[in-house]
């Protein structure tokens, strides 16, 4: 890493890539970099805040709840940082200057903060899945328009971006994922899942709707989608394959029959040092990999059957910009009724699925072309999220 000053920003900053991103600052620092931070968010976890602020000093300090500001307040007391609320705050935060931003904040909700930064410029490491997923081509036209770099933190689209060495030679691509807690689990088990068991994730420590997502095999399907979006390549171009040692997070396939791949232990540290030391590299104190300890790595086709989401999300991209939005939404209400104990499991992709068609139904024209503004983008996203909850309450009734 350089070893001129840097100036971050971290939207999420308690939650896991959030907290991962600010051991990686404070490792950083005790190497003698040079790291300020201009300004960090929130959701609700006002102790999670205040501790993030002690260590990090941030300049402001924004909370999603409008109506926190004053507990906000009287958590950061005395640690010097102006506190703002709100989503007006959360964009403020995006919008403070700073060179590098971490986007990490779950859901669509981030889009607005996020999108601060890139008008502005920023290099905007991107953990935030629904910029890409909710609005991606106007969201990858709005960095190339305002001149920012988008650097990608997921493992899967940092491990492509790391061995992406000839992008006009690659045939295809390949995404690993872990297959999740439900891997070698029968429908009918999954059909009795728990919010608990389905968080308990076998190899990555993430918050609850991320973890929902991995279990089932959502969250692959929604990276495809940002990985579509974000390299340019069509989904026919972009394979899936389990591999639960999660220790190979991409392969990138060259016309020659290369294949590059980058291998690392599971753990976030690593894509988030990568962005943030970018175009360098920076030692980090992460474990490191032991391949003769490990002794071997598995990999295996995905089953279609017992996991929907990953030709749900197929489907969506064929479909366009519009349906890779109404995807997104209509899965974090499907996600939501789970967690609240209001549907099964495996009713989460029945309620992304009947969003689809209830949407294609009532208005075919709202889905059926890519949104041309933000304001279509959120026109898109209140539909679907409309249609799921009556499909979530129609089968939390039944």
């Known amino acids: 890493m350089t070893s001129s000053p840097r100036t971050v920003s971290i939207l999420g900053v308690t939650g896991s890539v959030g907290q991962s991103t600010l051991s990686v600052i404070e490792d950083l620092r005790g190497q003698g970099a040079e790291i300020e931070v201009a300004a960090v968010t929130a959701g609700g976890n006002l102790p999670a805040l205040a501790d993030a602020c002690r260590r990090l000093r941030p300049k402001f300090a924004a909370v999603a709840d409008p109506d926190a500001l004053a507990p906000a307040r ?5 640690l010097g940082v102006e506190v703002g609320a709100g989503l007006s705050a959360l964009e403020e935060a995006g919008a403070r200057p700073s060179d590098w931003i971490m986007s990490a904040i779950v859901g669509a909700a981030g889009l607005a903060p996020t999108m601060a930064a ?8 991107l953990a935030n899945k629904e910029c890409l997923v909710c609005a991606g081509p106007l969201f990858i036209e709005a960095a190339k328009t305002h001149g920012a770099r988008l650097l990608p933190v997921d493992s899967e689209h940092n491990a492509i971006f790391q061995v992406m060495t000839h992008p006009d030679r690659v045939e295809k691509l390949t995404l690993t994922a872990s297959g999740g807690p439900f891997r070698s689990a029968t429908l009918e088990a999954m059909g009795r899942a728990t919010p608990d068991q389905a968080c308990a994730h076998p190899r990555w420590s993430m918050g609850r709707k991320i973890s929902v997502d991995s279990a089932t ?3 692959k399907g929604l990276e495809l989608i940002e990985a579509s979006y974000l390299f340019g390549f069509p989904e026919e171009k972009i394979d899936i394959i389990v591999h639960p040692e999660s220790v190979v997070h991409s392969f990138v396939h060259y016309v020659d029959g290369s294949v ?3 291998l690392g232990t599971p753990d976030m540290r690593i894509p988030i040092a990568y962005a943030l030391s970018w175009p360098d590299r920076a030692p980090v104190s992460t474990t490191r990999l032991d391949l003769a300890t490990l002794g071997a790595l598995t990999f295996e086709a995905p089953d279609a059957q017992r996991f929907p989401a990953l030709d749900l999300c197929r489907q ?4 366009g910009a519009a349906t890779t939005t109404a995807v997104s939404a209509a899965n974090e209400i499907a996600v939501s009724a789970f967690l609240d104990g209001k549907i099964g499991f495996l009713n989460i992709c029945r309620v992304v699925e009947e969003a689809m068609t209830a949407l294609d139904r009532s208005d075919p024209g709202l889905i059926a072309k890519s949104p041309t503004s933000f304001d279509q983008v959120a026109a898109v996203d209140q539909a679907a999220r409309g249609a799921a909850q009556r499909i979530a309450g129609r089968l939390a009734a039944a």
């Not at 009287?74 to 005395?78: D, K, V, Y």
């Not at 890139?118 to 490491?125: E, P």
């Open 260 to 262: 590059l791949a980058q």
């Open 217 to 219: 095999l959502m969250n």
């Open 316 to 319: 969506a991209l064929r479909a």
């Open 118 to 125: 890139v008008r502005r410029g920023a290099a905007v490491a």
């Open 74 to 78: 009287e958590a950061l007391a005395g």
